[in-house]
């Protein structure tokens, strides 16, 4: 018992610490005879983790194709840090967790081979992490939500190849992945004359580059 | 001429497309007559000249002056 904890009761309830405590217990009955006898009780340490997601500068965001950066740390000696099966759902490849796994202190979780988006809109994945010790699991589980973007593509329908000096081309830009813009990045007119688009021009998906151009020399 | 283009969506890019398109000159041509008065039964002579590439000059019509 603590020091100076005496109680009448059949069953006195103490809060043990941390570590081994060694109970000595002693009765006298009314008569002032004595007895005494001791139990120890071991209190294991409930096991704390923390789960960093460093993915991106802690973003949690990524491109297709791209790996991720989870920091699982425990101050808990001997703690092991589970991992619940990884659900990728049907457009996210490459991921090595379907089936959860366990880790240590001072593991990180990359996905080494990058996970790859094969949709046109992002998907999240969801990491679902507990800890625990041979002797005590801490209840309370922790996650990190990773966003996998898709590699956006783009459409190019060029419906004037060749044109005569002085006419329009129409080039259809389109984009099925969301959120797509689509940018010039350069453009090389060479002596042709009448083009106004240069780098860093943008158009939205559905939109077409129309803009007449003139060759005032002899050839193409 | 050549069109590069890229496009972006959620911080993610994909670059390298393109498109060209070939803008050919307005062909031009010159019809020079060395001969602009014959006598019955000669040749005309008449020079059609072009500095435009690949040109071809057709004669689209044929008619008499009173």
């Known amino acids: 018992m603590p020091p100076g904890f005496t109680s009448t009761q059949s069953n006195p309830v103490v809060t043990p610490v941390l570590g081994l405590t060694t109970y000595v217990l002693q009765v006298t009955d009314a008569f002032g005879c004595t007895d005494s006898d001791q139990i120890d009780v071991t209190v294991n340490e409930v096991p704390t983790f ?18 991720i950066d989870i920091n699982l740390t425990s101050p808990t000696i001997g703690a092991i840090i589970t991992l619940q099966p990884v659900v990728y759902g049907g457009f996210v490849t490459g991921g090595l967790y379907a089936a959860g ?27 679902t992490f507990s800890v625990a010790t041979p002797d005590c699991t801490n209840p309370v589980t922790q996650q990190a939500t990773i966003v996998v973007n898709p590699s956006p593509v783009l459409s190019i329908t060029n419906s004037t190849p060749s044109i005569c000096s ?15 813009v689509i940018r010039i990045t350069s453009v090389n007119y060479g002596s042709v004359t009448g083009g106004t688009l240069s780098a860093g021009s943008t158009f939205t998906p559905g939109s077409s580059i129309t803009e007449s151009l003139i060759n005032s020399g002899n050839t193409r | 001429m050549r069109y590069n283009l890229e496009v972006l969506a959620n911080g993610c890019t994909t670059t390298g497309f393109f498109t060209d398109v070939i803008v050919n000159p307005n062909p031009t041509f010159v019809a020079s007559n060395f001969a602009p008065e ?24 044929v008619f008499m002056v009173p």
Not at chain 1, 103 to 113: Q, S
Not at chain 2, 38 to 61: E, K, L, M, R
């Open chain 1, 50 to 67: 923390t789960v960093t997601n460093n993915t991106n500068a802690g973003t949690g965001q990524i491109c297709s194709g791209s790996i």
């Open chain 1, 101 to 127: 796994g366990t880790f240590a202190n001072g593991n990180t979780i990359t996905e080494g081979g990058g996970l790859i988006n094969t949709s046109n809109a992002p998907v999240s994945i969801v990491y």
């Open chain 1, 166 to 180: 002085g006419s329009a081309v129409n080039v259809l830009l389109n984009s099925a992945t969301s959120g797509a």
């Open chain 2, 38 to 61: 014959i006598c019955h039964g000669d040749q005309t002579s008449i020079f059609f000249g072009s500095a435009t590439a690949g040109h071809q000059i057709n004669v689209v019509s």
